[in-house]
């Protein structure tokens, strides 16, 4: 069916929400109305062993711990858990991807051994402004994680923070982390943190369409925001893989980058350089709280989400504490496999995720329309996933409609391919093409072999391309990749 007649053919809820990814506040309402699905959950353990909560700081996302479900076991919004930091784990909780835990006060962090809160257990650490230094043996338990493939998130705050007056800021802990440790004090990861107190600004994202950071299933990141925090050197020199996101106003290249990501090993590496984006204004009593989560100048949910996502691929599904073990556990591994979520945990064009009663879902309301406008038109759909390395049956199957206006028998004028891309957006290949020549009445499943991506975290993406005349639909619905 032609669309010309309804240009962006839904300007409902979810078109709506796709817009509105653009803010943080709307990366928390989309992610809130994601259905949860069975898939091998990213397991990430959030810090509260270094004072995250001295002074005025609250930086935990429940004070249920280790477990966050002890206080809501199906958080719907940020208050159902308890930390300025509850935004952030609900987020990430009502995806059904995540399975998210807290190392207590009072605790070590520690690497091979039996706790269940040993970092073998993770695929993913985050150091939310820590506040004492880590020992010797944490930081060798850090950097070993690290190498063999585990997600490291550090998020620092301004030169003299000491919340708990003892000598040492979050910007000297996470220097001393990566200078000062048993594994490699080389600079491994390729920047230093600087000792700066930048009072206030909204450090802006480089342009480049195919960072996952930047533009991942949670949203589209264009600004953070700064209020008391520092910046990084980046010295690409030590670690060519290390990149600068986010900038300080004016500057660029190896200086001023107020967010970067690099890598270690095995593992990924992302640095933040405030405390005051993941801040979401609510949390324990006593404490004075600003929502920089949500504020209305800046992606930072966005891009703390993604950012998790991307660190928690890193690790696959055994992160850095599987050792490379090779287990596989069978699972479906996709989010909003129906889109009935709306436009949440996939990217994908304007439009194309929609409810509109001009095509046809198989199942549920909504569906994913690529195409059908019957002038020159490209529309893309995808998703980043892990699929584990022990894994040697990865089946990616989706339901696929097509009509056309074209009447040829022979030339495929519309063409709708499935790719598979690596993390750097580098196609690595082609499984698949349908087109015009393929339309018929009716949803088709069609299903491609994935196995040869085991133990890599790959993006699946659709991309529909017309030409510039006679319109062709491709309309997909109920998607799943399976693994065993």
């Known amino acids: 069916m032609l669309r010309s007649t309804k240009a962006r053919h839904r300007l409902t809820t979810a078109l709506a929400v796709f817009g509105l990814l653009t803010t943080g506040a709307a990366v928390q309402a989309t992610t809130a109305a994601t259905a949860a699905h069975a898939a091998t959950p990213h397991r990430v353990l959030f810090d509260n062993a270094h004072a995250e909560t001295a002074g005025n700081a609250d930086w935990i996302i429940s004070t249920s711990q280790p477990d966050p479900l002890g206080q809501d076991s199906s958080p719907s919004v940020e208050t159902d858990w308890t930390g300025a930091l509850s935004s952030w784990g609900v987020a990430l909780q009502k995806t059904g991807d995540y399975s998210l835990k807290t190392l207590p006060s009072g605790s070590s962090l520690s690497y091979g051994g039996s706790s269940s809160t040993d970092l073998s257990n993770f695929d993913t650490l985050v150091l939310p402004e820590p506040n004492t230094l880590f020992t010797t043996a944490e930081k060798t338990a850090i950097m070993n994680f690290v190498k063999n493939g585990g997600g490291l998130f550090m998020i620092s705050d301004h030169t003299g923070a000491d919340r708990n007056n003892d000598g040492a800021d979050a910007v000297k802990i996470l220097n001393d982390l990566m200078t000062n440790n048993s594994v490699d004090s080389t600079d491994p990861f390729g920047f230093s943190i ?281 309309v997909i619905d109920d998607t799943a990749l399976d693994v065993s």
């Open 194 to 474: 600087d000792s700066l107190n930048i009072a206030s600004g909204y450090p802006a994202a480089i342009s480049d369409s195919t960072d996952p950071v930047l533009h991942g299933s949670f949203g589209t990141v264009t600004k953070s925001l700064i209020a008391n925090g520092t910046t990084a050197t980046l010295k690409p020199s030590d670690n060519s893989s290390v990149k600068g996101l986010v900038y300080r106003s004016g500057y660029s290249g190896t200086t001023g980058a107020f967010f970067l990501t690099s890598t270690f090993g095995s593992g990924r590496v992302a640095f933040w350089g405030d405390s005051s984006p993941i801040d979401d204004g609510t949390g324990q009593s006593g404490n004075t709280l600003y929502d920089g989560w949500n504020d209305s100048g800046a992606t930072n949910a966005a891009l703390a989400l993604n950012a998790t996502a991307w660190l928690a691929g890193g690790g696959g599904s055994t992160g850095g504490g599987g050792g490379g073990t090779g287990t596989c556990t069978a699972a479906q591994l996709l989010g909003n496999t129906g889109f009935e979520a709306g436009a949440t945990t996939w990217s994908a064009s304007s439009g194309v995720i929609t409810n509109s009663t001009s095509e046809s879902p198989r199942t549920g309301s909504y569906y994913a329309w690529l195409d059908g406008y019957g002038s020159a038109h490209t529309d893309t759909l995808s998703q980043s996933v892990t699929i584990p390395s022990g894994c040697t049956s990865a089946t990616f199957s989706f339901y696929l409609h097509i009509d056309t206006a074209e009447t040829t028998t022979s030339t495929a004028y519309d063409t709708l391919k499935v790719q598979v891309l690596n993390s750097s957006g580098t196609v690595l290949g082609t499984p698949a093409t349908y087109s015009n020549l393929n339309a018929g009445s009716g949803y088709t499943q069609r299903s491609v072999n994935l196995a040869s991506y085991a133990g890599q975290t790959v993006t699946l993406k659709f991309t529909g391309t017309e030409g510039s005349s006679l319109q062709t639909s491709f």
